[in-house]
């Protein structure tokens, strides 16, 4: 691959605008090929990396008995958050709970090291480097017709799934991106705010342009 090639901007733009979540419109039953998941993981690593250096770990789970303990987990999760909180699960968040262990790739961003405990910019630095890599990895799933979903539920019950999938102690879990091939999923852009509504220039609230 060369870094000179001339962009498709339309391509390119299309592909960052419309990695939406896709919990319910997958295909279950249609494994996803090895080789097409290092290929997004060989994108997703290109990312930006902190001190760190390379850092990332990507671990698949397509082993249907871990499966369905990490989908145990997750249900389990699920329904502390409605209890013990009373958030309202939306039906799509349940249709992907329910079917978690059939989706044919559980993938983790796992990151090797812990964020600091008291120091922000510790915090950022960590996570910043290893969340650009797993945002890339969506990106490169959704060029290839792959869907996912941005999950952190897990985060909350890290050393159970340590447990399950035998990750080391010192090792951070950061997103768990389901991924299925999209079985009739309509990929559309989301209702965000204008950008001139979100850009400041020069100070904090100012939102005209300079020039
Ligand atoms: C930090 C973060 C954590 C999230 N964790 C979960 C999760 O554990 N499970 C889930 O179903 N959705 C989760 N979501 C929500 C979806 O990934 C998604 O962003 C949301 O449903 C909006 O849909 P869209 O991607 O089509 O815009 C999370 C989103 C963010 C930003």
């Not at 001339?6 to 390119?12: E, K, Q």
């Not at 249709?95 to 090797?112: G, M, Q, T, W």
């Not at 999950?151 to 768990?176: A, F, K, N, Y």
């Amino acid at each position: 691959m060369t870094d000179d090639l001339p962009l498709d901007i339309a391509s390119v733009d299309q592909v960052l605008s419309t990695a939406r979540s896709v919990r319910r419109k997958l295909d279950f039953d249609r494994p996803v090929e090895p080789e097409v998941l290092f290929d997004c993981i060989n994108v997703s690593t290109q990312a930006p990396t902190g001190l760190g250096g390379e850092n990332w770990r990507f671990m698949v789970v397509t082993d249907p008995a871990r499966k369905t303990q990490i989908a145990d987990v997750y249900r389990s999760v699920l329904a502390d958050l409605q209890r013990a909180r009373g958030l309202e699960i939306k039906s799509t968040q349940r249709s992907l709970a329910d079917r978690l262990h059939e989706i044919p790739a559980l993938i983790f961003v796992c990151a090797i090291g812990e964020p600091p405990a008291d120091e922000v910019a510790g915090q950022v630095a960590f996570y910043g480097s290893i969340l650009p890599s797993a945002w890339s990895l969506m990106l490169a799933l959704r060029a290839r017709s792959l869907g996912a979903t941005w999950t952190t539920l897990l985060s909350s019950r890290q050393e159970d799934v340590s447990r399950i999938l035998e990750v080391p102690d010192g090792v951070t879990q950061t997103v768990m991106l389901p991924v299925a091939y999209t079985k009739g999923a309509k990929m559309r852009r989301a209702e965000r705010l204008d950008a001139r509504e979100v850009t400041f220039w020069n100070a904090w609230g100012n939102q005209k342009h300079p020039g």
